[in-house]
């Protein structure tokens, strides 16, 4: 009985899809470790903030103005400024006085001030927003105590009104590599699994007519 011989070399197609599997594996390893290194140590140092109750203690405005970016258009940036609020409170775990920041992106923004508002063109306009948040906190802000947030060993001087968004950014670190990393290997285990039926059903044909 002669042996029957079938092809098993790929399509042009199907070593395009393997291609392009293994591309989106190596995108997907390659992601996680950028993203990993870049946001995910950071990310989970800031979970380590914990809660504690503030009183604010005193508010102030300092002379110094300090620089913002704003955007006009596609290809449209300037510089406006805005006066420079702090907001002094007394922290309940570390019984020490902090530095009262919005939240973390605006504490490494700019580590002096409380509040960096939307920069705006007009600097009167950056005014006016830092003037509301000083109306807060030395009318109703100032009468009772809120919760906040710090980290002992990160920032001991500093508090956040606002915790971090920890787990959006642990989602996003995880999730996309992870997806990129499945579809590229379903695409090179869909493309070797057809290939491999193409050969079976080729050789059935051939025992069959042989």
């Known amino acids: 009985m002669a ?112 509040y960096v508002p939307p920069c705006e063109r007009d600097n009167q306009k950056n005014k006016e927003s830092v003037l509301l948040w000083q109306d807060y906190w030395t009318g109703e802000g100032s009468s009772q105590s809120f919760t906040c947030f710090f980290n002992q060993q990160r920032r001991p001087d500093d508090v956040l009104f606002k915790p971090s968004d920890n787990e959006r950014v642990l989602l996003h670190c995880i999730l996309w590599p992870m997806v ?11 493309t070797v699994c057809a290939r491999s039926l193409a050969v079976r059903a080729e050789a059935l044909q051939k025992r069959k007519f042989s």
Request: glycine share 4%; proline share 3%.
């Open 180 to 190: 990129s990393l499945l579809v590229g290997t379903l695409i090179v285990l869909l």
């Open 3 to 114: 042996k029957i011989r079938v092809s098993y070399e790929y399509s042009e197609a199907e070593d395009k899809s393997i291609r392009l599997g293994l591309f989106l594996i190596v995108c997907g390893i390659l992601s996680l470790f950028i993203l990993c290194f870049c946001w995910l140590n950071p990310t989970l140092q800031n979970m380590q903030s914990k809660p504690a109750n503030c009183t604010v203690i005193s508010v102030r405005r300092v002379e110094e103005m300090f620089e913002c970016v704003f955007t006009c258009g596609a290809d449209c940036k300037g510089t406006s400024l805005y006066p420079c609020l702090q907001v002094f409170v007394n922290n309940s775990e570390s019984n020490s006085i902090a530095l009262l920041h919005y939240n973390e992106q605006q504490l490494v923004l700019n580590p002096k001030c409380s």
